[in-house]
């Protein structure tokens, strides 16, 4: 097996935590930054860091959401209410108590059409939602 070949298998081995390190040994002794756009000398970082450069945070994205009521107008309680008993599933006489405190989550993850739906049928009643 050639030295090429050994050190990938070794890299498979690697933790996050380990290949994060080995990232920043090889800056450090090289004089490089795994971070800056490729150069010569940079194309060999990434490949020997094992994918460590991939472990980097990357914004997920995101598929389930929460749907927050933020205020409801005075003048439009009743049907506001309304549209809260039936997204909440919640009983007539706890509607009131439900959104005593706001801002308040409705629905808890959930897919975004099932919360775009639901901050549409609040603000269509009247509410300031939103969709986080």
Same mark, same amino acid.
């Given at each position: 097996?050639?030295?090429?070949?050994?050190?990938?298998?070794?890299?498979?081995?690697?933790?996050?935590?380990? /290949?994060? &390190?080995?990232?920043? @040994?090889? +800056? $450090?002794?090289?004089?490089? #930054?795994?971070?800056?756009?490729?150069?010569? %000398?940079?194309?060999?970082?990434?490949?020997?860091?094992?994918? /460590?450069? &991939?472990?980097?945070? @990357?914004? +997920? $994205?995101?598929?389930?959401? #929460?749907?927050?009521?933020?205020?409801?107008? %005075?003048?439009?309680?009743?049907?506001?209410?309304?549209?809260?008993?039936?997204?909440?599933?919640?009983?007539?006489?706890?509607?009131?108590?439900?959104?005593?405190?706001?801002?308040?989550?409705?629905?808890?993850?959930?897919?975004?059409?099932?919360?775009?739906?639901?901050?549409?049928?609040?603000?269509?009643?009247?509410?300031?939602?939103?969709?986080?």
């Amino acid at each position: 097996m050639s030295a090429v070949n050994e050190i990938v298998e070794k890299l498979k081995t690697l933790t996050l935590l380990e /290949a994060s &390190e080995l990232v920043s @040994k090889i +800056e $450090e002794t090289f004089g490089v #930054d795994a971070s800056a756009p490729a150069g010569g %000398a940079m194309m060999m970082a990434p490949a020997a860091s094992g994918g /460590a450069v &991939e472990a980097a945070p @990357k914004e +997920e $994205e995101k598929t389930l959401f #929460d749907v927050v009521l933020e205020e409801i107008p %005075a003048d439009k309680k009743v049907s506001i209410y309304k549209v809260v008993r039936s997204i909440a599933n919640i009983a007539v006489n706890q509607v009131k108590e439900f959104t005593a405190t706001l801002p308040k989550a409705i629905k808890e993850s959930v897919s975004k059409e099932e919360a775009e739906a639901a901050k549409q049928q609040l603000q269509d009643a009247g509410a300031k939602v939103k969709v986080v």
